[in-house]
């Protein structure tokens, strides 16, 4: 069974930092992406970055660029997203997701696209 479980929301003042990781258990594919995905109340599921596990690549939104970090542990079999720069308007459920990589899922930050999702953890930038 796949798992994906986040940890390391919180509340943060606008400026800070947090770093969340999402370790994964139980999936057995050689190739796949990890992404990160936001839900503000009354919006959409955005894509915020993902990893390739094939090569490491890694892709993110514009909204976040410059800002945010994602790595892997393979050995801890771990994502994370290491945040910086924080602004009010980052504030979010993040989750964390996983998908087989193909040429369509490369690189992909579309959420429709993912299998299998973490239940989330909340992130609150106060200003």
């Known amino acids: 069974e796949v798992q994906l479980v986040e940890s390391g929301g919180g509340l943060v003042q606008a400026g800070g930092s947090l770093r969340l990781s999402c370790a994964v258990s139980?999936?057995?594919?050689?190739?796949?992406?990890i992404g990160w995905f936001r839900q503000a109340p009354g919006k959409e599921r955005e894509g915020v970055s993902c990893i390739s596990s094939s090569d490491g690549s890694t892709y993110y939104a514009d909204s976040v660029k410059g800002r945010f970090t994602i790595s892997s542990d393979n050995a801890k079999n771990t994502v994370y997203l290491q945040m910086n720069s924080l602004k009010p308007e980052d504030t979010a459920v993040y989750y964390c997701a996983a998908v087989i990589a193909t040429i369509a899922t490369r690189g992909s930050l579309a959420a429709n696209e993912y299998d299998y999702w973490g239940q989330g953890t909340q992130v609150t930038v106060s200003s």
């Open positions: 139980g999936f057995t594919f050689d190739d796949y992406a």
